[in-house]
């Protein structure tokens, strides 16, 4: 079922102030397109929503088990964290068990997502490190294969060292695309990013769940899916939308946020996979759609508006699909 692009707006005292427009896509395992709003084949950088397809060679290549890494560290490698005190302590400890620190991350300092998180640091007159950049999990698991692989740390965000080759042939296997067809751009984090049609991300998220690719990248995905949704709060942390979408949905739906509007899911159940990109790339309008895509695959109630409310608290308009 196709329908027009997902629209999603913003409004205050009745009236719309603001509109986003959402391409939208629910796709299963073969790649067969579910639904969708909008192009299903509109081209765009995942982001951040890649991150359990890239952390899959963590467990693939044995580096995962021969530490014992638990769904703590595996919810991490899949995370952008805020920068808590609780997964800077975990990604810290992680590094030193295997024989680094904070020195080896190549991702770059900046204040934790979690605004009680940066007020303590500043207020304690300590500074804002990598550990505390939302994707020190996930470069800590890059750093950890390297290691048991007995490859060079530095430079292991460069394309062309072995984890990032390792991490664009899981990312085509999953979608079933080459992205090397075109050059990569460079992510927040320093890795690359690599473009791909929206059918391909819902369809590389419903492999994670189906299968299909080989016996022991789907295994891995599957431990990485059950890390993410018994651990979400290390996927991302307080009063983010995706720990609260895998809270709400329970072990059903794992969830990930990508930047500029980018937002990815799996409906476990039905091995169902759901990509959006806002093309404003507007977060808040990534957080509607999703839920509004995700119910209606999971067969729930549409979600409510979310409310706006002005400094004084009161409510002033709404977030919400547009009707049509």
């Not at 951040?48 to 952390?55: G, H, I, T």
């Not at 550990?131 to 965000?157: M, P, W």
């Not at 169902?272 to 895509?293: F, Q, Y």
Request: net charge negative.
């Amino acid at each position: 079922m196709q329908h027009e692009v997902l629209e999603v707006e913003v409004t205050r005292g009745g009236r719309v102030e603001s509109l986003h427009h959402v391409h939208c896509v629910v796709a299963d395992a073969s790649g067969d397109v579910v639904e969708s709003w909008g192009d299903a084949d509109f081209v765009t950088l995942p982001r951040s929503a890649a991150k359990p397809m890239q952390a899959v060679p963590l467990i693939t290549s044995g580096a995962a088990d021969e530490l014992g890494l638990t769904d703590v560290e595996l919810a991490l490698a899949c995370s952008s964290h805020s920068g808590e005190v609780g997964h800077t302590d975990a990604v810290e400890a992680w590094l030193g068990a295997v024989g680094a620190g904070i020195e080896d991350l190549e991702c770059g300092p900046h204040a934790p997502y979690y605004g009680p998180a940066a007020d303590a640091l500043v207020a304690a007159g300590q500074p804002f490190t990598s550990l505390h950049n939302d994707c020190s999990g996930k470069h800590a698991g890059f750093i950890h294969t390297a290691i048991h692989l007995g490859e060079r740390v530095q430079g292991y965000i460069e394309p062309t060292h072995p984890q990032q080759v390792r991490v664009t042939r899981a990312l085509a296997a999953f979608t079933g695309v080459d992205p090397t067809v075109n050059a990569p751009g460079i992510d927040g984090c320093g890795i690359p990013v690599w473009a791909f049609p929206l059918r391909a991300l819902a369809t590389g998220w419903a492999r994670m769940q189906a299968g299909g690719v080989d016996p022991a990248s789907d295994a891995a995905a599957l431990r990485l899916l059950d890390a993410m949704v018994s651990q979400p709060w290390y996927v991302a942390g307080t009063d983010r939308h995706c720990t609260k979408v895998m809270l709400s949905y329970g072990r059903r739906v794992a969830a990930k946020t990508g930047a500029e509007g980018v937002f990815c899911a799996v409906d476990r159940d039905t091995a169902t996979g759901v990509a959006v990109k806002v093309l404003d790339g507007a977060g808040r309008a990534a957080e509607v759609a999703i839920d509004h895509v995700l119910a209606r695959v999971t067969q729930r109630q549409a979600p409510r508006p979310v409310v706006l409310k002005n400094w004084a608290g009161a409510e002033v308009g709404e977030v919400r699909v547009r009707p049509r």
